[in-house]
Every structure is written in C-alpha cells, then in structure tokens.
C-alpha cells in the first residue's frame, strides 16, 4: 500500500431523504429488520433517524427532505451486500412474503442481484451478494457491456 495514501475502513452509514419518516422508519422496520438507533431534533423538530441492523446491515440515516427525496426517487445509490446466492434467495423469498415487488434473483457476471426493490420515497434498494461465482484476477480491469438489460429485463 502507497504510505501516501489514507487508510480507510468501508462505508460508515448511508442516508437517504425521505418525505416522512415515520412512514420509512416502519417499511425499513417491516421489510429490513431496521430499528432505530439515533434521532436527530433541530429546534425542537425531529428532522432525521439514525437505524440500525440486527444482523449487520449498513447503519441508514434517514432525512426528511421531501424535495430531495422526491428528486431522487427511483436511483439505485447502493447495493447491500448479503453473503452468497443463498442468502440472496431466502431474502427474495422473504420479500415475496411481504408481498413486496423487486426483480427476483439475477445471476450477474460475477455473483448474483436483487434488484427493483423500492422504498416508500421510491429510492431504490438493490441486494447483491458478497461471494462471487466466477473469481476475477487480480488487477483485472472487468468490463460489463449492456449490465442495465438484465435489470430492465426484470420489470
């Protein structure tokens, strides 16, 4: 590693504006497993939420910001990494459940996607797993031509 470069350690939290958060803390609750762990008051008014995962999700903080969430409806930011196709399939399976709609399990080049979930504010959410199917070399530069046609294949 260059001494010249800083050390970093992953991602620390993700926050997303929302219209009302009360409305996002519970689908989070409902559908995730998220709970709260931090609220955040400006002049006596709750502005945001700090949630956090049971079983080591990524820390969200939530915003309310209507006409940024409403700007921002419908990007994919991020993608939460869950472990192995497996654990891919139990959390497709568990939305089905929920009744939720998403663009199922999608083998990719390297390891495999959920797609298509949307959050109450319309962000969003996409799944995809840690463990890869195909091992890449190191310092191979991949490169992924028409990766959006399997996604727009699942709507």
Do not use: C
Not at 34 to 40: D, L, T, W
Not at 97 to 104: A, C, S
Request: proline share 6%; hydrophobic share 40%; net charge negative.
């Amino acid at each position: 590693m260059d001494a010249e470069m800083p050390r970093l350690a992953g991602v620390h939290h993700l926050k997303l504006p929302v219209r009302d958060l009360a409305r996002s803390e519970a689908w989070y609750a409902r559908v995730l497993g998220y709970h709260r762990a931090a609220e955040f008051v400006e002049k006596g008014a709750l502005t945001g939420i700090s949630l956090d995962h049971p079983a080591g999700g990524p820390h969200f903080g939530l915003r309310q910001d209507p006409a940024r969430a409403e700007a921002a409806a419908g990007f994919d930011y991020f993608a939460i990494g869950v472990a192995d196709e497996k654990a891919i399939q139990t959390l497709a399976a568990h939305l089905d459940r929920l009744g939720e709609k998403h663009g199922g399990v999608i083998r990719t080049k390297v390891g495999w996607i959920l797609p298509l979930l949307h959050d109450p504010d319309g962000h969003e959410i996409r799944f995809y797993t840690m463990t890869e199917h195909t091992p890449r070399p190191s310092g191979h530069i991949m490169r992924i031509e028409d990766g959006r046609d399997l996604i727009d294949a699942a709507r």
